[in-house]
């Protein structure tokens, strides 16, 4: 793995790869839940509270350089940054997180502590279905895919260090809003095949009459055939 100029080559990976694209990364999120409690490291006790749901990556892919593990989806995690480094930036993180023999694509965010709390309130409310960021981050991308159009999906990749494993990517939150989700279409009513309409026993009368009246005059006919048939005889 060598970085000249700016660009990224990898040993048995064709063409380079570089950072500064000019578009930013998007994400979006829904069915987020909340997860409560605490932990102890190093004798000091850790607010644990956190968000979890699954994102998506809207538009692009993500992958890693040299190991692909391509996907649109990935784990997500929110936290509220500590008390003491809360300031006004939302922080991104992604990575790539062993999960028995294959490897997962994650990512954290880490909220002001009252952004956060804003958000786990409106999601406990219902108005926090759908969460969307934007960010700037310092993924890679195909150099020749550096200046892509809008319209034209491109793959950001997590870097790799010299031991090949994958480098964690970093990012600052530009935009960051959640709305209620869009309720289902509703279902189209099952089509109920109408009864039969009941018959008209005037009706139901006149039809059968008119059958009968038929009848006689068909067997008259008949009669009347046999009587010139016989006196032709």
Same mark, same amino acid.
């Given at each position: 793995?060598?970085?000249?100029?700016?660009?990224?080559?990898? #040993? +048995?990976? !064709?063409?380079?790869?570089?950072?500064?694209? *000019?578009? !930013?990364?998007?994400?979006?999120?829904?069915?987020?839940?909340?997860?409560?409690?605490?932990? @102890?490291?190093?004798?000091?006790?850790?607010?644990?509270?956190? @968000? =979890? $749901?699954?994102?998506?990556?809207?538009?692009?892919?993500?992958?890693?350089?040299?190991?692909?593990?391509?996907?649109?989806?990935? *784990?997500?995690?929110?936290?509220?940054?500590?008390?003491?480094?809360? +300031?006004?930036?939302?922080?991104? +993180?992604?990575? *790539?997180? &062993?999960? $028995?023999?294959?490897?997962?694509?994650?990512?954290?965010?880490?909220?002001?502590?009252?952004?956060? &709390?804003?958000?786990?309130?409106?999601?406990?409310? $219902?108005?926090?279905?759908?969460?969307?960021?934007?960010?700037? %981050?310092?993924?890679?991308?195909?150099?020749?895919?550096?200046?892509?159009?809008?319209?034209?999906?491109? %793959?950001?990749?997590? $870097?790799?260090?010299?031991?090949? #494993?994958? %480098?964690?990517?970093? +990012?600052?939150? /530009? #935009?960051?809003?959640?709305?209620?989700? %869009?309720?289902?279409?509703?279902?189209?009513? *099952?089509?109920? /095949?109408?009864? !039969?309409? =009941?018959?008209? !026993?005037?009706?139901?009368?006149?039809?059968?009459? &008119?059958?009968?009246?038929?009848?006689?005059?068909?067997?008259?006919?008949?009669?009347?055939?046999?009587?010139?048939?016989?006196?032709?005889?």
């Amino acid at each position: 793995m060598t970085v000249s100029e700016g660009r990224l080559m990898v #040993s +048995g990976v !064709p063409g380079s790869f570089v950072q500064g694209a *000019a578009r !930013p990364l998007r994400l979006e999120a829904e069915a987020l839940q909340p997860v409560g409690g605490f932990a @102890l490291r190093e004798s000091v006790l850790h607010d644990e509270r956190r @968000l =979890e $749901g699954v994102a998506r990556v809207v538009a692009d892919r993500l992958d890693r350089i040299g190991a692909p593990i391509a996907g649109e989806h990935l *784990a997500l995690t929110i936290r509220s940054l500590p008390e003491s480094a809360s +300031g006004q930036r939302i922080l991104l +993180g992604i990575e *790539a997180l &062993a999960d $028995g023999e294959s490897e997962r694509l994650a990512a954290t965010l880490w909220l002001p502590a009252a952004a956060f &709390a804003a958000l786990r309130e409106d999601l406990r409310q $219902g108005q926090a279905g759908l969460v969307s960021l934007s960010a700037t %981050t310092n993924l890679w991308v195909a150099d020749g895919e550096r200046d892509s159009p809008p319209d034209r999906p491109v %793959t950001w990749h997590l $870097g790799v260090s010299q031991d090949g #494993s994958p %480098t964690p990517a970093r +990012g600052l939150v /530009e #935009s960051l809003s959640w709305r209620a989700a %869009t309720p289902p279409e509703p279902e189209a009513p *099952a089509e109920i /095949e109408a009864a !039969p309409a =009941e018959e008209d !026993p005037a009706e139901t009368a006149a039809e059968a009459l &008119a059958r009968l009246n038929w009848t006689v005059r068909q067997m008259t006919l008949v009669l009347v055939f046999l009587l010139i048939v016989i006196a032709l005889k």
